[in-house]
Structures are given as structure tokens and as C-alpha cells.
DNA sequence: TTCATGAAATTCGTATACGAAATACGAAAT
DNA sequence: ATTTCGTATTTCGTATACGAATTTCATGAA
């Protein structure tokens, strides 16, 4: 026998649409979240809107807006900045701690992230390629056996989504990318810790970089 | 005018009163929280509560025992491992991110932190000497001006303030962090940014040696 | 026409109610 | 005496109800 169905809850399931639909971009910044419309679009009471809405307040994704309920907090320059300055600190430790656990079954899954990836730009599939980047990220923070970082990963890879929309017209750009991704975990697979760890430094400091030279009016923006 | 009333939500203050109950150690871990129970005890209905511990859920302070309500998180070596992992990696560049920042203002306010932990240490008030230890770090978060630092290191407090319960009761061990606080917010207040963020590296470093070296049987529980 | 004023309608936060599922406990059978 | 099964109790998740506060809209005065 084995176990049986883990059914999340409707507090779980709500969370996750309404992140989902504001990280696509369905909602768009500024726009208000009232409960009663959202209990009715989910077929859920309003209760468990509201515990999900108390979470994303938490996190940032939705702000207050008075005294009349909420609504989806703006794409901020500020906050992208800010992400990619962490990111720049944590990437690096992540494959430092992630390449002596490889194990040869996640080699197999890095390499079939990577090719996916590649695949996919080429077929200028911008959403899949940028699912394909949260894998490949995901995978070493996973690897890193460090469950901080997967989960304050998890949460800034949200916030990251949003302002990528903007980004996902230019699967160009993504070339180089998947090069260096490619690097990486070539190098995370020789064992080369520090050789790793610095070619992820150099892609996390080249990323923001990227966006910012292709998208010429959306800069401001971002 | 200003802001009349912050009066936060039910949720929040509950939010709070539990989140506090268990980084002090009020709640021991592996004890069970019943919503009706601190329902009563905080003369609110169960759902706040319900809300509440919703959060404490996905931030790990509490884990969920098969389909009977929630008890309270071990204190794991584990995450206190990669806590400090994330903070070798952070709190550097949280360093290096505030002294080109630093006002006079400022530099008042962590000269006056220092002292603050400093004398409390010498009156061996352990619960003090933490929370000055606590603002230190916060201060330079917020000077830092990235708002990712300050939300994901604020949450780390608060599962390190559980671990640091044990170490409390051996203020002397504490002599040589505050050195390290001056030496770090002198390097700082002189501008001298890769300076102050090595020696936070290094102060970052030898923490978790000390809670080691210091407690001989509570060790392995860290 | 424009601004002020007040009543009606929204909408949120919180409390209470209800149903489902798990545990606890006791009775009966081996 | 021990184990097993059925029932009562507990407890959680979710729905519904209620009160407070704000917004909206209409009506009237300058």
C-alpha cells in the first residue's frame, strides 16, 4: 500500500493561483484584489482568499492600499536590483555547496535541463526557456542540501517572473545564457567547485546587464 | 497630520505573540498548538489563529503532525548549519552595500548599539545582549537599502534567536563578538568597505565556532 | 454648474457555525 | 489479560454571518 492523495488545502490552492496569475502577469500591477471576486472566479468562501492574500502581503507581492483591500504590488526596479545583488551572493555558494553532493543521477538531470533549455530557445519558446531557467537554478539550489536558500529562492524567483514578462519577447538574448549555463554545470560536473562558482558569479552579474541592453524603452522600467 | 492608529490586524498581533512564544522558547518544540487553545489564550476567535499559523507554516517555525493541527518546529542543527551558510554569504555584502551609505546619523546609531551591547554583556543580561546583537545586524541591513536583505534575514533572526536560547547563558563567549561589532562598524565608519565586509566574513565565520566550543553537552543539539 | 452632505451599497476583518476526519476510550471477544 | 472494533469526542478546514468603515452616488444648496 502507499499513501493516498496529499489534496492540499484551499488556503494552498488559492495561495498558489492568485501567485501564479500575478507572476504571468494575468493581473497586472496596481490592479485591485477584492475577495469577494476572487472566492467567486476560485468557487471558494472568502476565507481562504483571505488567508492567502495575508501570505502574499508577507512576501511583498501584494500591497495595502488604505483601508479598501489590496492590490498587486508594482514592478519595482528597485526590488529587481536588490534581487540580483543577493543573487550575485547566494548563486555562487549554492554551486559551491552543490558540486561535491553530485550525484550521477542529477548530472543526468542538469544536462537534460541545460538541452531542454537550448531546444526551447530555438524553437523561440520564451515561457518554456524561462521555466527552464527556474529548473536549472532550482536544481542547484536543491543539490546544495541547503533548504534556506531553496526557499528564499523560491520566493525571489516570483518576484523575478514579473519582471522577466517583459523580457521574454527577445529569446534572442537567451544565447548566451544557456552558453554559460552550459559551463556551469560543466564545470560543477568535473568537481571544479571554484571554477564554478565563479562562472556563476560572472552570469549572475551579466544577467540584469542583458536585460537592460535589450530592451531599449522598457529599461526605465526595470 | 499624520497616521492616526497602526492598530495592526488580529492576524498580525497573533502572528507575532506565537512567533515570539516560540523563539524564546515559551513554546518548547514538538508541542502541540492548538488553535482553539491559543484561541482562548489570546481572547480571539479561532480564525486569526487559523491565518497565523498558516504563515508560521510556510516559514518552517511550526510542521504539520499527520491531520491533527501543527506542533512546534525542532530546533535543527541542520537549518541553523545553513543559516549561517546564507549569512557568510549576506552579511558581506550587506556590509559592503551600507558604508558608501553611512550618515552621521547612522554612524550615531550603531556607535550607540555597540555600547548598548557591550555594557549589557559586562551586567551579564544574556536576553539584552542578544537583542542588541539583533539590532546590529538589522541596522546594517537597513542601511544596506535592499529591502531583500532586510525581509529574508529578519525571518533567519527569528529561527537563530530559537538556536541562541542555549547559548544565552554563557555571556563572556560574547566578549570577542562585540570587539568584532566595533572593529566591523569602525572599518564601516571610515569607508573602508572590503575591510569591514572581510572582517564580517570572518566574524560570520567563527560564530557558529563559538556556540561549538562553548557549549560542551548541548553540542550535538546544534 | 459645482461643491457639499448624507444615505445606500461595498467590502473587509472577525466571529460563529457546520461538516469531515482523526483520536481516544470503552466494551466485547479470544 | 490482551486485542479488536465501534462509538463518542476532539479538532481542524471551510462556509456563512455580522458589524464596522469606507466608498459611491444622488440630492440639494451656493
Not at 526557456?129 to 546544495?144: G, K, P, R
Amino acid at each position: 500500500m502507499e499513501a493516498i492523495s496529499p489534496s492540499k488545502s484551499l488556503v494552498d490552492k488559492t495561495y498558489g493561483a492568485l501567485l501564479d496569475a500575478i507572476c504571468t502577469g494575468e493581473f497586472r500591477p496596481g490592479q485591485r484584489l477584492g475577495q469577494d471576486e476572487i472566492a467567486e472566479r476560485l468557487k471558494v468562501s472568502r476565507q481562504p482568499v483571505n488567508s492567502a492574500i495575508a501570505m502574499l502581503r508577507a512576501q511583498r507581492f501584494v500591497i495595502d492600499t488604505g483601508r479598501r483591500g489590496v492590490e498587486v504590488a508594482p514592478v519595482d526596479a528597485k526590488l529587481f536590483e536588490s534581487i540580483y545583488q543577493v543573487r550575485g551572493a547566494i548563486e555562487p555558494l549554492a554551486v559551491e555547496l552543490a558540486t561535491p553532493r553530485l550525484s550521477p543521477g542529477s548530472i543526468t538531470r542538469g544536462r537534460e535541463i541545460v538541452a531542454r533549455g537550448t531546444r526551447l530557445m530555438h524553437a523561440n519558446d520564451a515561457r518554456g526557456v524561462l521555466q527552464a531557467d527556474i529548473d536549472f537554478h532550482t536544481l542547484i539550489y536543491e543539490l546544495s542540501g541547503n533548504e534556506i536558500i531553496t526557499d528564499m529562492m523560491q520566493l525571489n524567483w516570483g518576484h523575478l517572473r514579473r519582471s522577466m514578462g517583459e523580457v521574454l519577447r527577445f529569446p534572442g538574448m537567451t544565447l548566451q545564457v544557456w552558453k554559460e549555463h552550459k559551463a556551469i554545470f560543466k564545470a560543477m560536473s568535473e568537481g571544479s567547485a571554484s571554477v564554478a562558482a565563479d562562472l556563476m558569479r560572472q552570469h549572475i552579474v551579466n544577467a540584469p546587464r542583458r536585460v537592460a541592453s535589450g530592451t531599449a524603452p522598457a529599461v526605465s522600467s526595470l
